[in-house]
């Protein structure tokens, strides 16, 4: 049986040998993340030219995701590093301040003391200090430790319920967006956005600089949970970032809230990663918890089309033990997945002739028990549309371009292949499209398959017919 969901793992420290990122890869990595919050870009540009090597060397495809820093809403730093806060004490973060010491401490976010106002609760180091803000005074914010406890530097700032100003793309984020283009990253993951526009400003800088990666939105803020729908609309993907998201709505409203989004998502045709924590105890244990075994397990239950890995996998200890992990999870909760096609299709309208032929090849697959779907596609609309419905049968999408065979390495229940035929001739096509299939041991002679293609041949979007085809036997 093969796994379904896709697998999203950080690069860092612990991972960026050849060796290490090999075995991660053999493991079942689909997609590596490269945290642009961390190194410089000539880092990034050679470990993404790494990834490109092993997957050649490994007969892998494997996806490249450039992921922005975006807003810097952090505190500054302290002499020493890190100080204690005691619960009642008072604190001052001032925009002016230069170190910080035990009452008071800079902020790299200078437009903060405009966001907030007295009653106002800050949440600082992902919630586990948690400070009342008592008055404004120009620059500095006095606030009441209400939740104490060690505090040290560069630690992020949220406001509970949302409400800060700060613009999903900053000055650095521009120039990394370029780097991405350069890097030719498949996936670009955009931090804190809280509407439809900041993803359409950031497809507009992406394709500027001549990249065609695929957005995913970073749902972390209030304000992007209200405009979820609006966000969902001009992206191709979001990621459940569960973290920032936790700090801002209240750990107990995540939940709920990732379920939403996933079926949201896939109602609309749109990719879904789920992200934070998943694993984190594999940082320094070999074995995951019982928690983050269903955690993982849930989310592919929800219909994620990826799980992410973060620090397990940039900074851990045993990156390869937590992809081995993760990858048998999912397996396992696939197996206990619920299959009702049918009942999929009954508020549906199909209005293009493509996505009609995609829906007719899940319906066909489902009842005759085919051995797979083989959508031969130029842009990788037909298998987007096929993986949005769980019909139990492995989708192989068969593509000359190789842009396409990357970005579909996201796709939950799709396999990529590459298709060297560039003719017109459809029976050679077919031909060429079994051999793929035998080559990589999806099929054998005999064989049952339901297969999508677009007449003419080779043009986008043209997806226009269904075959049922028994394997090594040719003709209409």
Not at 87 to 115: I, K, T
Not at 303 to 314: F, N, Q, R, Y
Request: hydrophobic content about 45%; some cysteine.
């Amino acid at each position: 049986m093969q796994r379904s969901t896709k697998i999203v793992a950080t690069l860092g420290p612990a991972s960026s040998e050849k060796a290490v990122l090999r075995a991660m890869v053999a493991a079942g990595v689909d997609v590596v993340r490269m945290n642009f919050s961390h190194g410089l870009a000539e880092d990034h540009l050679a470990r993404a030219d790494l990834v490109r090597e092993v997957s050649r060397e490994l007969g892998r495809t494997v996806g490249i995701m450039v992921d922005l820093q975006g807003p810097k809403i952090r505190i500054g730093k302290f002499d020493g590093g890190r100080i204690t806060l005691a619960d009642g004490a008072a604190f001052v973060l001032d925009a002016e301040c230069g170190m910080g010491d035990s009452g008071r401490v800079g902020l790299d976010y200078r437009e903060l003391p405009n966001d907030v106002r007295a009653g106002d609760e800050l949440l600082l180091d992902d919630g586990r200090i948690t400070l009342k803000v008592q008055r404004v005074e120009g620059a500095s914010i006095h606030t009441l430790v209400t939740h104490g406890g060690e505090l040290s530097n560069n630690k992020g700032i949220n406001r509970r319920g949302g409400g800060l100003t700060a613009p999903a793309l900053t000055a650095k984020d521009m120039d990394d967006i370029r780097v991405a283009a350069r890097m030719k990253a498949d996936f670009l993951a955009v931090s804190f956005p809280k509407s439809g526009s900041d993803m359409y400003m950031a497809r507009e800088l992406m394709r500027a600089a001549g990249g065609k990666a695929l957005l995913v939105a970073k749902i972390e803020r209030t304000e992007a949970v209200k405009a979820l729908e609006e966000i969902l609309e001009a992206s191709d993907a979001i990621m459940v970032a569960r973290g920032d998201l936790a700090v801002e709505v209240g750990d107990a409203a995540v939940p709920a809230l990732q379920k939403r989004m996933i079926r949201l998502a896939r109602e609309r045709n749109k990719l879904t990663i789920t992200a934070t924590q998943m694993m984190e105890s594999m940082i320094s244990s070999s074995v995951p918890t019982r928690a983050e075994v269903s955690d993982v397990a849930n989310a592919v239950l929800d219909g994620t089309d990826a799980v992410m890995l973060s620090a397990e996998t940039a900074a851990g200890k045993y990156p390869v033990h937590t992809v081995e992990a993760m990858a048998r999870v999912c397996l396992e909760a696939e197996k206990s997945a619920d299959l009702e096609l049918d009942r999929e299709f009954l508020n549906r309208v199909f209005t293009r002739v493509d996505q009609s032929i995609a829906m007719g090849a899940l319906f066909t697959a489902f009842h005759l028990k085919v051995k797979c779907i083989a959508a031969l596609t130029q842009s990788g609309s037909t298998a987007l549309w096929m993986s949005r419905v769980n019909c139990g049968v492995p989708i192989y999408a068969l593509t000359p371009e190789i842009g396409t065979r990357y970005r579909l390495t996201l796709f939950r229940d799709v396999y990529p292949l590459m298709i060297q035929y560039f003719g017109s001739d459809r029976e050679q096509l077919l031909l060429e499209a079994e051999r793929q299939l035998k080559q990589h041991g999806a099929v054998q002679d005999g064989d049952l398959i339901v297969l999508t293609i677009g007449e003419p041949i080779g043009k986008s979007g043209g997806t226009n017919t269904l075959k049922i085809v028994r394997v090594g036997e040719h003709g209409d």
